[in-house]
């Protein structure tokens, strides 16, 4: 098959706008949103820009057909590598497939297309008195369609739960070239849970062409908090206590002195540059309810030492705070020209101790490193500054990133939280699994794309020497499934 | 189990002897009775059994506290019965991270225990919680009214081991909230009826216990107007944790008020101070077109409230009761429900739950006075007004002509493909889970 057949068979499919082969047009395509000296990038050999279901299933039926790797992409906002072409092929990038097709409060959901960028969902259906819960960082650019691949977090996900809690329903695009629904509006449908089986999934096994999820109504009330706190263990142990009172905030982060700083000279929030930590707290719910917790809050963190305790008395106060917190990664360029964010978890009781770790993996190893970071989640990011020019840095920022996986790995926790595994932590998935365990992820993988051409090279870690995921069958009993690698 | 490694599996007759004619029976399913039945306390010998079970192509049916048995298809095959609440061990609680780990013979109504002295739950209804097992509740999938405030039992798992019918161990997931490491295979196994694997210990997440609740109860002339006050509740911003609408029938059962009215049931959750204004709010918003309303004031009288209802959704699996469930969105709930109760009036309909926080509904329905032909009937009527409908227990003679789980679900040839991959012996519950897998 030449590429030029290739060419003319998409061009067919979704029209020759939506076909793109220029090598200047696919240099975006290489990069998500990772560092490429730490997961890689690609080019893929084709980028299509379908605007229908059908579009999609023909593409994938054509890439099926010639046997080339499918790589599904939203907005490319993914920190680990997740939506690179990792062996070129067809890209299918979803941004052109962005309406919102229904939406039904008495049911509380939302049909939306993939491509639609989170936040655009909320913004429409936030008048009315719902909102779509998951809430990442990158929601004002990144889609609901990555958010689906990645099971998306976000600071509200202490209260509300990850992006899998929040789909009902899905249409998909399976390896097979059928499109199907999974799931509705009504739960507990006979079978087994696609919906939940494929989010997460990372493009590995089906793409999402539709998306039924959960409209959230908006609380009554709302109170933002933030608290200073002379020291990070002062802030963590605030934390801890907060959640021992019984008390669900709907949002629990901490941001370190080194955040700070760039958040402030980026944005001016209000964050008091003097803290050595400083914690973002969200309560909602009922009137009453919020009222209380809010005392029971500014109680336990003046107990803790807390410098002060800000409750935000205006939309605009709250949403300045909140500006700060979620642009947090951009303001890193005020600090450093790289930073390698790691995003790994640990039970929320090693917190104190993991970021002491922490800080002393960065001594250790000469890198100065910001936390900001989901603290009532036990979720941290570690944004570990550098500048990729200077000889000997990148080696050691990968070794300190490494450490941190062994730590978190060893008090209990995960390797990633919210951001997936992709191309960047595929290496590391042995540390938290067997290969029994990867056997069975493997049968599922299998029973889904058996050519093993969506999203390829992801999620799965490099077998010694034989690059593919056939290499764990020799530890495992691979062999008893028949499991085969083209 | 050196030896065994050396020599492969002992075949099941050398590893069991044949239980007595009482156990047998005991673990009928669909008064199909097992030739074997063994309680392994440890996952090794579970392993050990299963491994054996394999060479012998003895087909196994798990079985937890047994309160859900009645559900799935007649089994096409069972030779042993594997009694999991030998493992029932809490393999660890942290309170403070707010998880724990407990292996699949746990029972709901322990961990609740356990948990309340630390003032946190495993929010998760069970009608019988006393017997039923997490990997029970699990396999089965199904959760309760609490979900409007909690989310469902799957939104709890954060990890899970299971053994493979190949006898390997397999885990996903993690001690930690949140975690994408990996595939998500607990949601592959919840709601699986074990046919892809066999549930050996789960991970949860837990929460600070409610520290007050209250359940106001109205009643209603007819179902129009308990619809009516249930959709403002739902659509407010009361923030409540179940709210449920019962027949008469179902609601002299669940809330103990006689006479022919429909019933309208809230749970309010919420600090000691807030959870009283949030009960005086629900009242407004319900008391219309109500009977009568009346609130539980005390938390142990609403909690008791809840388990009656939850009892007349559930059943015990020994109960000659039909038991139906079906998916009925809140915006049809009202004209579906109404027009299915009119094609039902011959059939002697006991109880119907429709419970508007989770979009599903209950339909009981006294075996001894149905007859198969009505039962047909019945599983029709449901079908055309239910987005999806499962027998949830029904006579094995009768079960027989259907498919419990009504039509297969689209992409079910992914769902064989997985039974392939993961049970290619068809050793696991055949027959039992949807499409007759």
């Known amino acids: 098959m030449s590429t030029g057949n290739l060419k003319q068979r998409l061009t067919a499919a979704v029209g020759p706008s939506a076909v793109l082969d220029d090598p200047y047009d696919l240099l975006v395509y290489e990069y998500d949103a990772s560092d490429e000296v730490i997961a890689g990038n690609h080019q893929p050999d084709f980028v299509v820009l379908p605007e229908t279901a059908e579009q999609v299933a023909e593409v994938v039926r054509i890439a099926r057909e010639l046997n080339v790797p499918v790589t599904p992409r939203g907005a490319g906002t993914g920190l680990a590598g997740g939506a690179i072409a990792a062996r070129g092929g067809i890209m299918v990038c979803l941004t052109r497939m962005k309406n919102v097709l229904e939406i039904n409060y008495l049911d509380r959901y939302a049909i939306v297309e993939p491509g639609l960028i989170n936040l655009d969902l909320s913004v429409r259906t936030t008048p009315d008195g719902y909102f779509f819960a998951p809430d990442p960082s990158s929601q004002k650019a990144c889609t609901i369609g990555g958010n689906v691949a990645n099971n998306s977090g976000g600071p509200h996900c202490l209260k509300y739960g990850v992006t899998s809690n929040h789909i009902l329903g899905l249409e998909v695009v399976l390896p097979n070239g059928e499109m199907i629904w999974t799931g509705g509006a009504a739960p507990e449908s006979p079978g087994i849970d696609m919906t939940g089986v494929m989010v997460g999934s990372e493009g590995t096994i089906g793409i999402v062409t539709k998306a039924m999820v959960r409209l959230t109504r908006v609380p009554e009330d709302v109170n933002v908090l933030m608290a200073p706190f002379p020291t990070i263990d002062a802030a963590s142990s605030a934390v801890s206590a907060i959640i021992a009172a019984g008390i669900l905030p709907a949002a629990l982060e901490m941001m370190d002195a080194l955040t700070i700083q760039a958040v402030e000279a980026a944005y001016h929030a209000g964050y008091p540059t003097d803290a050595g930590a400083v914690l973002l707290i969200e309560i909602d719910g009922l009137a009453e309810a919020v009222a209380e917790s809010t005392e029971q809050i500014v109680t336990i963190c003046k107990h803790h030492n807390a410098n002060e305790v800000r409750v935000a008395t205006s939309q605009a106060e709250r949403d300045l705070l909140w500006q700060g917190r979620k642009a947090a990664f951009g303001a890193m360029g005020r600090l450093t020209p790289n930073y390698y964010l790691q995003d790994t978890v640990v039970p929320r009781t090693k917190l104190p101790e993991t970021l002491r770790r922490v800080d002393e993996i960065g001594r250790d190893h000469k890198l100065k490193i910001a936390n900001v970071f989901h603290a009532g989640d036990g979720n941290l990011h570690p944004l570990i500054l550098f500048d990729r020019y200077k000889p000997g840095e990148l080696e050691r920022v990968l070794s300190a990133g490494t450490e941190m996986l062994h730590w978190c790995v060893d008090v209990g926790g995960a390797i990633s939280g919210e951001h997936g595994i992709g191309l960047e932590k595929k290496d590391h998935l042995t540390l938290m699994f067997s290969p029994q365990d990867l056997a069975a992820m493997a049968g599922l993988k299998k029973s889904f794309d058996p050519l093993n051409y969506f999203n390829p090279e992801k999620v799965f870690p490099t077998g010694a020497g034989c690059g593919e995921i056939d290499s764990l069958k020799k530890h495992a009993r691979w062999e008893k499934m028949g499991i085969h690698v083209v | ?437």
């Not at chain 2, 007595?20 to 059994?49: C, F, H, K, N, W």
């Not at chain 2, 054996?52 to 007649?74: F, H, K, R």
């Open chain 2, 1 to 437: 189990m050196s030896s065994e490694a050396d020599t492969g599996p002992l075949p099941l007759a050398q590893r069991l002897s044949e239980p007595a004619i009482a156990d047998a029976v005991s673990y009928a399913v669909d008064q199909m009775t097992p030739e074997y039945v063994a309680r392994p306390e440890t996952v090794d010998d579970l392993t050990g059994l299963i491994k054996s079970a394999a060479a012998d192509g003895a087909a196994i049916i798990p079985w937890g506290g047994g309160t859900q048995m009645g559900l799935g298809n007649v089994p096409e095959r069972y030779r042993l019965g594997v009694d999991l609440t030998g493992l029932n061990e809490v393999l660890r609680y942290d309170p403070d991270d707010m998880t724990m780990s407990v292996q699949a013979g746990c029972r709901l109504q322990d961990l609740n225990l356990m948990l309340r002295e630390n003032r946190q739950i495993l929010p998760v209804d069970a009608a019988y919680p006393e017997q039923a097992t997490i990997g029970g509740l699990v396999a089965v999938g199904a959760s309760g009214p609490r979900r409007l405030g909690y989310g469902p039992l799957r939104d709890l798992i954060i990890g899970m081991t299971v053994l493979m019918a190949d006898g390997t161990v397999a885990t996903a997931g993690g001690q930690v909230v949140k975690n994408v490491t990996g595939y998500d295979m607990m949601r592959l196994h919840h709601g699986a009826l074990g046919s892809l694997g066999i549930v050996v210990s789960v991970n949860l997440k837990v929460i600070p216990r409610p520290q007050s609740e209250r359940t106001v109860v109205a009643t209603y002339q007819t179902l129009k107007d308990a619809d009516r006050a249930a959709l403002d509740v739902a659509a407010s911003q009361l923030g409540v944790t179940a709210l449920v609408v019962t027949n008469p029938e179902a609601t002299a059962e669940g809330t103990g008020v006689r006479g022919r009215f429909w019933g309208l049931a809230v749970r309010c959750e919420a600090p000691p101070s807030a959870v009283v204004r949030q009960a005086e709010r629900v009242v407004q918003y319900i008391q219309a077109s109500a009977e009568e309303v009346f609130t539980e004031e005390s938390s142990d009288e609403s909690d008791a409230r809840w388990q009656h209802i939850c009892r007349a959704i559930d059943q015990r699996r020994d109960s000659p009761d039909i038991a139906v469930r079906l998916g009925i969105r809140t915006s049809r709930t009202r004209d579906n429900a109404g027009s299915l109760l009119d094609e039902l009036k011959s059939f002697g309909l006991s109880r119907l739950t429709l419970d508007y926080g989770s979009a599903l509904g209950y339909l009981r329905f006294p075996g001894s006075e149905i007859t198969s032909e009505d039962f047909t009937e019945i599983v029709r009527a449901c079908n055309r007004y239910g987005d999806h409908v499962t027998v949830m227990t029904a006579p094995a003679e009768w079960k027989h002509a259907i498919d419990v789980f009504g039509s297969r679900p689209a992409g079910f040839s992914m769902i064989e493909s997985l039974k392939a991959n993961l049970d290619p012996d068809r050793l696991l519950n055949p027959g039992r889970s949807v499409g007759r897998l």
